[in-house]
């Protein structure tokens, strides 16, 4: 089968960083890759990198004590450290479940950005940010709302209210998650973040699995593709490293760029389908 053409327009890509990194940290390890889609896309592709609106400290986790940090805060004379490490949530362990402390505050920020800055044709994410994707790619699709009111009852998370049922924002064309993951546990059990799951996300998403990765299972990331409608083998792909972004890898930037060019060529066949039909003549 031929490979799908770029679309004949720029397109527009939210990127969402990793635990502990921010938006420009992410923008500079993705050098390369923006390099390898500019040149894909020969009509323009424009990335937006926001920080996540967490700021953590060492106390979040014991190895941040390693992570860059300045000192321009001060608390009671004392020189607090300000490290450059950010998150869309917190995970706290709860029982024998885990809870995403400041979940709200990650997805309002990306709210008000979808809000603000779109249109955006995708979304891209690696690890929580990988996680944060389909979050997102979910709660832009139509009836999420019900799926969330359905299981509040039984301890399910409420709808984010930053998401307006789904009206900031036009359902995104695409995902893409490198290293992401299924929110809250994969043990039987109260699953409070099922909605934003089931139904199943029917955004078409792009799984990437690194075969070292030791920080994201592999079975956690196949869970999180088991939750998305699109499940064909072509939608997971395996590179042969660990806990990163395959931003130079031939084999993986050609997997990612073959996967965009496809999903929005096959949205714009979709349409000019339905102008078609709605073009015909019809005997009555």
Not at 118 to 126: K, L
Not at 227 to 253: M, N, R, W
Request: with cysteine; glycine share 10%.
């Amino acid at each position: 089968m031929a490979a799908a053409p770029p679309p004949n327009r720029p397109i527009k890509v939210l990127m969402l960083h990793g635990y502990t990194q921010s938006g420009p940290s992410f923008q500079a390890k993705t050098g390369a890759l923006r390099k390898s889609l500019h040149k894909a896309f020969p009509k323009g592709i424009e990335f937006v990198y926001p920080t996540a609106p967490i700021r953590l400290t060492p106390a979040d986790e014991s190895w941040l004590a390693g992570t860059s940090a300045d000192t321009n805060g001060t608390e009671g004379g004392n020189e607090q450290p300000q490290l450059d490490a950010w998150a869309w949530w917190r995970m706290k362990n709860q029982g024998n479940s885990y809870v995403y402390e400041g979940l709200e505050l990650g997805l309002g920020l990306i709210a008000s950005i979808l809000k603000e800055q779109g249109p955006f044709d995708g979304v891209v994410g690696f690890s929580q940010g990988g996680a944060c994707t389909a979050m997102v790619a979910s709660l832009l699709e139509p009836g999420r709302r019900e799926a969330f009111e359905a299981r509040v009852a039984s301890g399910g998370v409420p709808y984010p209210e930053s998401f307006e049922d789904g009206k900031i924002h036009p359902p995104l064309k695409f995902a893409v998650s490198y290293s992401g993951f299924l929110a809250g546990k994969m043990a039987p059990g109260p699953q409070p973040y099922q909605a934003f799951y089931e139904p199943k996300i029917q955004t078409p998403m792009l799984h990437f699995i690194g075969t070292q990765d030791v920080v994201v299972e592999e079975a956690q990331t196949l869970a999180l593709a088991k939750a998305c409608a699109s499940t064909e083998d072509k939608y997971i792909v395996y590179h042969p490293g660990g806990h990163f972004l395959p931003s130079t890898q031939k084999a993986s930037v050609n997997a990612l760029i073959g996967y965009i060019k496809e999903v929005l060529h096959n949205e714009e066949a979709g349409k000019k389908e339905e102008e078609s039909v709605e073009d015909m003549d019809v005997p009555f």
